[in-house]
T-cell receptor, first 112, second 118 residues
Framework: GESVGLHLPTLSVQEGDNSIINCAYS??????FIWYKQESGKGPQFIID?????DKRQGQRVTVLLNKTVKHLSLQIAATQPGDSAVYFC???????????FGPGTRLSVLP | ETGVTQTPRHLVMGMTNKKSLKCEQH?????MYWYKQSAKKPLELMFV???????ENNSVPSRFSPECPNSSHLFLHLHTLQPEDSALYLC?????????????????FGPGTRLTVL
């Protein structure tokens, strides 16, 4: 069945270091992926997306990498800041339904 | 601000109460969604509305009843809930209807309603 999962439920990084958050997806037919950030008390916020015809996409301080061979998605955050502390979700656009399948999330903690 | 608002932000209710959650999107989107987020599970899709018609219902108990009077408003009516229904209920909207798979399907979420059932 469909599933999106995260390898690491928690991640702690030093301020200024780069962060890498990973996600595995199970459906090779998925063609669109999104990373969301959810801060305490707020709903998920769109960070960056990528289509399956791309391997890499860059935003401001963030990069998403897609490896379709191993069905793996990662989010890289450069020069991590305290404001980056949040839970990060990946989501894939399910080809079997009409909507997204979300992973369980990874909590990122930025240490001073 | 994402352009999606939800009220109330917090709700405490007894199992015999009837209450409603409200969502409003100011983005001109065509599709709206209800999700449930509990502590130990990923986001669970509950309902999808496209152009005011329900297009997906993921086996949600009948004690949850959605209503979409127009493309900007979405309600979730609650009655005779159970303590295990306590969770964060999130509303989202997207520009395109879910059937349009060629388009960008990014969903924009509201802040959620934190529901506690006693």
């Amino acid at each position: 069945g469909e599933s999106v999962g995260l390898h690491l439920p928690t991640l702690s990084v030093q301020e200024g270091d780069n962060s890498i958050i990973n996600c595995a997806y199970s459906n090779s037919a998925s063609d669109y992926f999104i990373w969301y950030k959810q801060e305490s008390g707020k709903g998920p916020q769109f960070i960056i997306d990528i289509r399956s015809n791309m391997d890499k996409r860059q935003g401001q301080r963030v990069t998403v990498l897609l490896n379709k061979t191993v069905k793996h998605l990662s989010l890289q955050i450069a020069a991590t800041q305290p404001g980056d502390s949040a839970v990060y979700f990946c989501a894939e656009n399910s080809p079997y339904g009409q909507n997204f399948v979300f992973g369980p999330g990874t909590r990122l903690s930025v240490l001073p | 601000e994402t352009g999606v608002t939800q009220t109330p932000r917090h709700l405490v209710m007894g199992m015999t109460n009837k209450k409603s959650l409200k969502c409003e999107q100011h983005l001109g989107h065509n599709a709206m969604y209800w999700y449930k987020q509990s502590a130990k599970k990923p986001l669970e899709l509950m309902f999808v509305y496209s152009l005011e018609e329900r297009v997906e219902n993921n086996s949600v108990p009948s004690r949850f009843s959605p209503e979409c009077p127009n493309s900007s408003h979405l309600f979730l009516h609650l009655h005779t809930l159970q303590p295990e229904d306590s969770a964060l209920y999130l509303c989202a909207s997207s520009q395109d209807t879910p059937q349009d798979r060629e388009a960008t399907d990014t969903q924009y979420f509201g802040p959620g309603t934190r529901l506690t059932v006693l």
